[in-house]
């Protein structure tokens, strides 16, 4: 029975656009649905490339001691420049 | 108390500094978010724009100002660039930063002034939200840009208060930045989708 179903039920449409007779819509579709999937992923891997190289600078960068005084008032995240 | 080998006195802790501020992050996965509405946005103009029949723009409708908004566009610009050299001169702790701090706000507020002027003359022209795909996508667009440049120049007055009063500091001022620079990258991009 769900074979038989299977051949008599109408191609469905997701949207109109993947149905559009006009090329330059389809195209347009094409593009930005290539667009709206790449951006994200180029946002996140230019971020976690661009933490590991600044950590790394960090890891190289010398330690400076910092007196207690200076930390029980301050604090880690002062307000120096 | 004694010194050790490098001269650091025994029992005071190391502090390196942070590989991001949280609001510096905040701000990014702000701006990130953002970006992808945007991007969202723009992709249902071109896909309306490459549907439309008769062309784009629709026939009958007012035509964008082109060259008005492009010396707009050059003010924004300009202030993205001002904004630049404000911070550069804030990290050497320049008196300058005052000044340019005020011109790259002056700029903006120029564009939102701009702009304000250019909506009152499309209104005119006829060109609302409800008059066709072309008025309702300009105004969704270029409407939630102006607001974005609106929050923008409302955080940079803030950061110029700060200033003023000598209590900014570069963890507020680097989120001020990012979002600033934001709001000046992203509209370029929607002069070229949406004017041009």
Known sequence: ?81 | MADDALGRPYGVPARREPILPNGVLGMLIFVATEIMFFSGLISAFVIGKSNAIGGWPPPGQPRLPVEETALNTAALLASGVVLYFANRAFRKGSPSTKRLLAVSIALGGFFVVFQGAEWVALIREGLTLTSGQLGGFFYLIVGTHALHVLAGFIVLLYTYRRLSEGDLDRFTFWPAQIFWYFVVGVWPVLYWQVYL
């Open chain 1, 1 to 81: 029975m769900a074979v038989t179903l299977a051949f008599t039920a109408d191609l469905a449409r997701a949207c109109p656009s993947c149905a559009s007779p006009l090329e330059e819509n389809r195209q347009a579709f094409v593009d930005t649905t290539i667009f709206l999937t790449v951006l994200p992923l180029a946002m996140i891997g230019g971020f976690v490339w661009w933490l590991r190289r600044r950590s790394k600078e960090i890891e190289r960068a010398p330690e400076i001691a910092v007196p207690e005084g200076l930390l029980r008032d301050a604090g880690p995240f002062s307000k120096s420049r």
